[in-house]
């Protein structure tokens, strides 16, 4: 489980394609890495298969491929890393799983005093479990709904987090990994 409180960002520095999906070994800035750890990268959890002091590798099956938008990543590129919440630390962000439920499109990219706006086109059987003030994950990042359009949703991004993550880079078109909050899931599943 992770909270979606990104630690740093990686780089993808090594991209091999296989027959049955992709692996990607990506730099960071870690303390250390272990064998089988789980990792967020860019909100997909992720197990690291090996890894060296300033790198580690994943591999990504062909569903994780296909419902992802990391079958598309290149070296270069950057990753929203979070290594999996120990059960005895700090719990700042939500309950976030690393498992996407689907991937949406920044639509527009505003800046409001020291803030940004983002604002995103969900994808359609989605936009159920999402409320307005409610938690989501864009791309791994633990965020707050503040307004809820038809088919949109708009968040604001603190000076922090717009420095600190992958959205600083990210444009009009662009993906991002979307996470509905699970209790939303449970919720719906319970009253069925």
Request: one cysteine or more; glycine letters at 10%.
């Amino acid at each position: 489980m992770f909270t979606g409180i990104v630690e740093e960002t990686g780089e993808v520095v090594g991209v091999d394609e296989t027959a049955g999906g992709r692996r990607l070994r990506i730099r960071h800035g870690f303390d250390a890495v272990e064998h089988g750890q789980s990792i967020s990268v860019s909100g997909v959890c992720l197990t690291v298969e090996r890894h060296d002091d300033d790198w580690f590798e994943v591999f990504l099956a062909s569903e994780t491929v296909a419902k992802t938008y990391l079958g598309t990543v290149a070296v270069g590129d950057a990753v929203n890393l979070e290594r999996a919440m120990p059960a005895d630390g700090r719990f700042d962000g939500h309950i976030v799983q690393g498992h996407v439920d689907g991937v949406a499109t920044v639509e527009t990219v505003e800046r409001v005093g020291d803030d940004w706006q983002f604002t995103f086109a969900l994808p359609p059987a989605l936009g159920r479990y999402v409320v307005s003030k409610g938690s989501i994950a864009l791309d791994g990042i633990s965020l707050t709904v503040a307004e809820r359009g038809a088919e949109t949703i708009t968040v604001a991004i603190i000076p922090t987090t717009y420095d600190l993550t992958t959205l600083s880079a990210k444009e009009p078109g662009d993906p991002v990994h979307v996470e509905v909050d699970v209790v939303a899931k449970y919720v719906e599943r319970l009253v069925d």
